[in-house]
C-alpha cells in the first residue's frame, strides 16, 4: 500500500477507463493532434478582424472619430452630384408624330389615285414607283430623330447609336411646322437614292411631303435612356481622407457618406495587415508556439495523464477548438451584420462553456487552466473591448467551475449558468458604474446580451454533453446518476433472479460511498459501481448464500473444488455480462477488483481437511480470484465494504465492539496477503475508512424497542 500523504489521485481519473486501445496509445497520432491544434491556433490567431466603429444612420454620434490611416472611400454624394450634372447636360430629342406620317402617307396616296396630273411632273414613274418610294420616306421618317448639337455629342460620347439622328429643334411643338431644306436633303438621300430613282421622281415625291406640315412631340423614352447612360458613365469618384483628420464630430448626425468612410477605412486597416507577409506570417508562427510551449510544460507537470492518454488529449483540444471556432463565428456575425450589433453587444460570453465542459467530462482544474488560456487568446484576436470582454469571461467561468462539483441532473446545468449569468450581471453594474453610464440604455444590451449567451451555452452543454460522453467513453456524475435507475435492465433483473444479492449491493453501496466521502473519494461511484459489482451472480445465484433458502445448500452436492470454482465464477460472469449490457469500463475494473486476488479460504480449508489436513496437495491458485488486485481507493472501499458486509451477517449480535474486531480482522488480512499494495489508499485514509464502515453499519443494524401485542379493551 502506497503511503503517501501528498499524493492524491483524481478522482476524474475515473471518469476514463484504463483500457488503452492504439488510438490511446499511438505517439503518432499524438503528433498528428498537436500538428492540428497548432494549425488551427494559428489561424485563430492570424486572421484576427479589426474594429472599427459603425454607427447607425441616422443616430447621432457621442464621439469623435478620428482617421486611423489614409484611404480613399467611394463618396456616393459627389458621385451622385456629379451624375445628375451630367444628367442636366441632356437636351431634349425629338420624333415626327406618327400620326401625322400616316395621315401625310394617306393624303398621298388619294392625290395619287384621284389626280393623274403626277404623271407628267415625275417624269417616266409608274404608280408602283410612287407608292414605293412613299413606302421608303415613311420607314425614314418613323426613325427619324431630332436634337441639339450637344446632346447630340454626348451620345457619340458614350457611343450611342446616332444614326438617323438629325440637329434640329422645333420651335412649337403646339404647331405644325415645315421640314428644312437639310432634313429635306437628308431624306431625299437616304430615302430615295439617285441609283434607284429618277431625279423627278425623287423631287416630285419630296417636294409634295415637303410641303405638308408636321407636328413634333418628345421621345421620352429616348430621352430617359440617354440620361441613364451619360450618368451610368460618370465614374466614381473616389475622396481621399488623411490620417488624422477628423472623420465625424461630436453630436453630428451618422450619413451614409460617414459610414462608408468608416467602412474604407477599416478594408485599408485590414489590408495593411497584410496577412499573406512573410513577417506578418512568422509573427503569428511564433505566438502560436509560444503559446503552446506554455500550455505543453504545464500539462506534463501537472496533467500528466492526459499527454499519456490520446482521448484525453483529443477531448481538451477538440473543447477548446470549438470554444475559438464559436467565438470567431459570433464575432464575425456581429462585425458584418447590419444595425451595429458588434456595439450593441460589447462583452459576448463564451469561456463559461468550455470550463464547463471540461469541468464536467475532465476536472475542475484543467477547467480553470483552460478558462484563462481561453480569455488570454479570445482577448488577443478577438474585435471586442479588451478590459471588459477579459473579466466577463473569466468571472463567469469560475462561478460555474465552483458550482459544476454538484452537478447529478443534466437540468442544474441551467442551474450553474443562472448562477455565472448573476456574476455577469455584477460585473456590469460595476463596469456601467466604473464608466459613469450607469443611466445609459448600454447597462440594458449588456445583460441581455449576457443572459443570452449564457442561455445558449446551457443549452448548448446540455446537447453536447451526452455526445462527447458517448463519444469519449466518459462517464459523468450524471452518467452514474442514470445508471443508478433501478429500471435499469441490469438491476431489475437482479433485484428479480437473486434478490439477496440485489440487497447485499445496495447495503455495500451505502456502506462504500458514505466510506468514500469520509477520505473526499468519489462517493457516487462507490455507490453506482457496487450495485453491479455482483451482477455475475445471476448466472448462478442459487450457489450463493444470501439467494439460498429452505435451508438448501447445494455446495453440499459438490466438491470443494468445484463450489471454489462457481464462486470464483462470478467475476468472470459478471464481467461478460457488464460488456454485454454497455455498462462503463469502470464498473468493469470494479467488478475485476472488488475480490482481487483473495483466497476462497471456506471452500480451500475444505479442500485441505479433504486431504486430511495436508495443505502442500492443494494449490491455492485454484482458490483465488484472478484479480487484479485494486487500484484505485474506490475500488479498496469497495472491496473492504463487501467483505465486512458479507461477513457481519455471520455475527450473533452487531454491536461496535463485534463489528470493529471483525474489521480490524479483515483489513489486516487483506493487507498481509498485499491486496492494497496498488493502490493510493494511505495508512491515515484506511483507518478513517474503517471507522466510517464500523458507524455506518452499526446504524444499519440498530435494535428497535419491543412493541407489545395489542389487546382489546371494552
Same mark, same amino acid.
Given at each position: 500500500?502506497?503511503?503517501?500523504?501528498?499524493e492524491?489521485k483524481?478522482?476524474s481519473?475515473?471518469?476514463?477507463?484504463? =483500457?488503452?486501445?492504439?488510438?490511446?496509445?499511438?505517439?503518432?497520432?499524438r503528433?498528428?493532434?498537436?500538428?492540428?491544434?497548432?494549425?488551427?491556433?494559428?489561424?485563430?490567431?492570424?486572421f484576427?478582424?479589426?474594429?472599427?466603429?459603425?454607427?447607425?444612420i441616422?443616430?447621432?454620434?457621442?464621439?469623435?472619430?478620428?482617421?486611423?490611416?489614409d484611404?480613399?472611400?467611394?463618396?456616393?454624394?459627389v458621385?451622385?452630384?456629379?451624375?445628375?450634372?451630367?444628367?442636366?447636360?441632356i437636351?431634349?430629342?425629338?420624333v415626327?408624330?406618327?400620326?401625322?406620317?400616316?395621315d401625310?402617307?394617306?393624303?398621298? =396616296?388619294d392625290?395619287?389615285?384621284?389626280?393623274?396630273?403626277?404623271?407628267?411632273?415625275?417624269?417616266?414613274?409608274?404608280?408602283?414607283d410612287?407608292?414605293?418610294?412613299?413606302?421608303?420616306? =415613311?420607314?425614314?421618317?418613323?426613325?427619324?430623330r431630332?436634337?441639339?448639337p450637344?446632346?447630340?455629342?454626348?451620345?457619340?460620347?458614350?457611343?450611342?447609336?446616332?444614326?438617323?439622328?438629325l440637329?434640329?429643334a422645333?420651335?412649337?411643338?403646339?404647331?405644325?411646322?415645315?421640314?428644312?431644306?437639310?432634313?429635306?436633303d437628308?431624306?431625299?438621300?437616304?430615302a430615295?437614292?439617285?441609283?434607284?430613282y429618277e431625279?423627278?421622281?425623287?423631287?416630285?415625291?419630296?417636294?409634295?411631303?415637303?410641303?405638308?406640315?408636321?407636328?413634333?412631340?418628345?421621345?421620352?423614352?429616348?430621352?430617359?435612356?440617354?440620361?441613364?447612360?451619360?450618368?451610368?458613365?460618370?465614374?466614381?469618384k473616389?475622396?481621399?481622407?488623411?490620417?488624422?483628420?477628423?472623420?465625424?464630430?461630436?453630436?453630428d448626425?451618422?450619413?451614409?457618406r460617414?459610414l462608408?468612410?468608416?467602412?474604407?477605412?477599416?478594408?485599408?486597416l485590414?489590408?495593411?495587415?497584410?496577412?499573406?507577409h512573410?513577417?506578418?506570417?512568422?509573427?503569428s508562427?511564433?505566438?502560436?508556439?509560444?503559446?503552446?510551449?506554455?500550455?505543453?510544460?504545464?500539462?506534463?507537470?501537472?496533467?500528466?495523464?492526459?499527454?499519456?492518454?490520446?482521448?484525453?488529449?483529443?477531448?481538451?483540444?477538440t473543447?477548446?477548438?470549438?470554444?475559438?471556432?464559436?467565438?470567431?463565428?459570433?464575432?464575425?456575425?456581429?462585425i458584418?451584420s447590419?444595425?451595429?450589433l458588434?456595439?450593441?453587444?460589447r462583452?459576448?460570453v463564451?469561456? +463559461?462553456?468550455?470550463?464547463?465542459m471540461?469541468?464536467?467530462?475532465?476536472?475542475?482544474?484543467?477547467?480553470?487552466f483552460?478558462?484563462?488560456?481561453?480569455?488570454i487568446?479570445?482577448?488577443?484576436?478577438l474585435?471586442f473591448?479588451r478590459?471588459?470582454?477579459?473579466i466577463?469571461?473569466?468571472?463567469?467561468?469560475?462561478v460555474?467551475?465552483?458550482?459544476?462539483?454538484?452537478?447529478?441532473?443534466?437540468?442544474?446545468?441551467?442551474?450553474v449558468?443562472?448562477?455565472?449569468?448573476?456574476c455577469?450581471?455584477?460585473?456590469?453594474l460595476?463596469?456601467?458604474?466604473?464608466?459613469?453610464?450607469?443611466?445609459g440604455?448600454?447597462?440594458m444590451?449588456?445583460?441581455?446580451?449576457?443572459?443570452?449567451?449564457?442561455?445558449?451555452?446551457?443549452?448548448?452543454?446540455?446537447?453536447?454533453?451526452?455526445?462527447?460522453?458517448?463519444?469519449?467513453?466518459?462517464?459523468?456524475?450524471?452518467t452514474?446518476?442514470?445508471?443508478?435507475?433501478?429500471?435499469?435492465?441490469?438491476?431489475?433483473?437482479l433485484?428479480i433472479?437473486?434478490?439477496?444479492?440485489?440487497?447485499?449491493?445496495?447495503?455495500v453501496?451505502?456502506?462504500?460511498?458514505?466510506a468514500?466521502?469520509a477520505?473526499?473519494?468519489?462517493?457516487l461511484?462507490c455507490?453506482?459501481?457496487?450495485?453491479?459489482?455482483?451482477?455475475?451472480?445471476?448466472?448462478?445465484?442459487?450457489y450463493?448464500?444470501?439467494?439460498?433458502?429452505?435451508?438448501?445448500?447445494?455446495?453440499?452436492?459438490?466438491?470443494p473444488?468445484?463450489s471454489?470454482?462457481?464462486i470464483?465464477?462470478?467475476?468472470?460472469?459478471?464481467?461478460?455480462?457488464?460488456?454485454?449490457?454497455?455498462l462503463p469500463?469502470q464498473?468493469?475494473?470494479i467488478?475485476?477488483e472488488?475480490?482481487?486476488?483473495?483466497?476462497?479460504?471456506?471452500?480451500?480449508k475444505?479442500?485441505?481437511?479433504?486431504?486430511?489436513?495436508?495443505?502442500?496437495?492443494?494449490?491455492?491458485k485454484?482458490?483465488?480470484?484472478?484479480?487484479?488486485? +485494486?487500484?484505485?481507493?474506490?475500488?479498496?472501499?469497495?472491496m473492504?465494504?463487501?467483505?465486512?458486509?458479507?461477513a457481519?451477517?455471520?455475527?450473533?449480535?452487531i454491536?461496535?465492539?463485534?463489528?470493529?474486531?471483525?474489521?480490524?480482522?479483515?483489513?489486516?488480512?487483506?493487507?498481509?496477503?498485499?491486496?492494497?499494495d496498488e493502490?493510493?489508499?494511505?495508512?491515515?485514509?484506511?483507518?478513517?475508512?474503517?471507522?466510517?464502515?464500523?458507524?455506518?453499519?452499526c446504524?444499519?443494524?440498530?435494535?428497535?424497542?419491543?412493541?407489545?401485542?395489542?389487546?382489546?379493551?371494552?
Open positions: 500500500m502506497h503511503d503517501k500523504l501528498n492524491l483524481n478522482d481519473e475515473l471518469k476514463f477507463s484504463r =483500457e488503452q486501445g492504439f488510438f490511446d496509445k499511438s505517439s503518432g497520432v503528433a498528428l493532434i498537436a500538428v492540428f491544434f497548432i494549425f488551427c491556433l494559428f489561424l485563430f490567431l492570424h484576427r478582424d479589426v474594429k472599427v466603429e459603425t454607427l447607425e441616422g443616430s447621432i454620434a457621442q464621439n469623435f472619430t478620428v482617421a486611423q490611416v484611404f480613399d472611400f467611394y463618396d456616393n454624394e458621385t451622385l452630384l456629379l451624375r445628375q450634372q451630367a444628367g442636366r447636360d437636351g431634349k430629342i425629338y415626327i408624330s406618327q400620326k401625322e406620317i400616316r401625310n402617307r394617306d393624303l398621298f =396616296e392625290f395619287l389615285v384621284k389626280k393623274q396630273s403626277w404623271r407628267d411632273e415625275a417624269g417616266n414613274a409608274t404608280f408602283e410612287m407608292y414605293e418610294g412613299m413606302d421608303a420616306i =415613311e420607314n425614314l421618317m418613323l426613325t427619324l431630332f436634337t441639339d450637344r446632346t447630340l455629342n454626348k451620345m457619340e460620347e458614350v457611343k450611342l447609336d446616332t444614326k438617323n439622328y440637329i434640329f422645333p420651335p412649337d411643338l403646339n404647331q405644325k411646322v415645315k421640314l428644312p431644306r437639310k432634313i429635306r437628308y431624306i431625299r438621300e437616304k430615295l437614292p439617285e441609283d434607284h431625279p423627278e421622281t425623287a423631287k416630285f415625291i419630296i417636294d409634295w411631303f415637303a410641303d405638308q406640315g408636321w407636328k413634333f412631340e418628345e421621345d421620352i423614352p429616348a430621352q430617359r435612356k440617354l440620361r441613364s447612360t451619360v450618368q451610368a458613365s460618370v465614374p466614381e473616389y475622396t481621399h481622407v488623411a490620417a488624422g483628420n477628423r472623420i465625424i464630430d461630436q453630436g448626425k451618422i450619413t451614409p460617414n462608408a468612410m468608416l467602412l474604407s477605412m477599416k478594408q485599408v485590414r489590408e495593411k495587415r497584410n496577412l499573406w512573410p513577417a506578418t506570417i512568422i509573427g508562427l511564433l505566438m502560436t508556439l509560444i503559446i503552446t510551449g506554455i500550455c505543453y510544460p504545464y500539462l506534463v507537470v501537472n496533467h500528466k495523464q492526459i499527454i499519456q492518454s490520446n482521448r484525453k488529449l483529443f477531448l481538451l483540444v473543447i477548446v477548438l470549438l470554444t475559438l471556432a464559436l467565438s470567431k463565428l459570433t464575432e464575425s456575425v456581429l458584418s447590419y444595425g451595429n458588434i456595439d450593441v453587444v462583452y459576448p463564451f469561456v +463559461p462553456f468550455a470550463a464547463i471540461l469541468c464536467c467530462l475532465m476536472n475542475a482544474h484543467i477547467a480553470t483552460v478558462s484563462g488560456f481561453l480569455v487568446v479570445l482577448s488577443m484576436t474585435a473591448d478590459p471588459g470582454f477579459m466577463m469571461n473569466l468571472a463567469p467561468a469560475i460555474a467551475i465552483l458550482n459544476i462539483k454538484t452537478l447529478r441532473q443534466r437540468k442544474e446545468i441551467f442551474i449558468c443562472g448562477k455565472a449569468w448573476i455577469s450581471a455584477l460585473i456590469v460595476s463596469i456601467n458604474f466604473y464608466n459613469n453610464t450607469v443611466w440604455t448600454g447597462i444590451t449588456d445583460l441581455f446580451g449576457s443572459a443570452l449567451c449564457m442561455l445558449l451555452t446551457a443549452v448548448m452543454v446540455v446537447g453536447l454533453l451526452p455526445l462527447f460522453e458517448s463519444s469519449f467513453k466518459i462517464m459523468t456524475e450524471v452514474l446518476m442514470e445508471y443508478m435507475d433501478p429500471n435499469n435492465d441490469l438491476l431489475r433483473r433485484s433472479e437473486a434478490p439477496g444479492t440485489y440487497q447485499h449491493s445496495v447495503v453501496g451505502n456502506l462504500a460511498e458514505a468514500a466521502l477520505i473526499g473519494a468519489n462517493g461511484f455507490r453506482v459501481s457496487t450495485l453491479y459489482h455482483d451482477i455475475g451472480k445471476m448466472v448462478t445465484p442459487q450463493f448464500t444470501e439467494n439460498q433458502q429452505a435451508e438448501m445448500n447445494i455446495h453440499q452436492l459438490l466438491t473444488l468445484e471454489g470454482q462457481v470464483i465464477a462470478h467475476v468472470s460472469e459478471g464481467v461478460l455480462m457488464a460488456r454485454k449490457a454497455g469500463e464498473f468493469i475494473d467488478i475485476k472488488h475480490h482481487g486476488t483473495t483466497l476462497v479460504y471456506y471452500f480451500f475444505k479442500q485441505i481437511d479433504a486431504h486430511g489436513g495436508d495443505y502442500t496437495l492443494v494449490d491455492q485454484d482458490f483465488r480470484y484472478a484479480g487484479p488486485k +485494486p487500484r484505485s481507493k474506490e475500488s479498496a472501499i469497495i473492504i465494504a463487501d467483505t465486512l458486509e458479507a457481519s451477517r455471520s455475527l450473533e449480535t454491536d461496535e465492539e463485534s463489528v470493529r474486531e471483525l474489521s480490524d480482522r479483515l483489513i489486516k488480512e487483506k493487507a498481509e496477503d498485499g491486496q492494497f493502490c493510493p489508499l494511505t495508512f491515515q485514509e484506511l483507518a478513517v475508512v474503517k471507522e466510517t464502515l464500523i458507524a455506518t453499519l446504524a444499519f443494524a440498530h435494535s428497535r424497542v419491543k412493541y407489545p401485542r395489542r389487546e382489546e379493551y371494552k
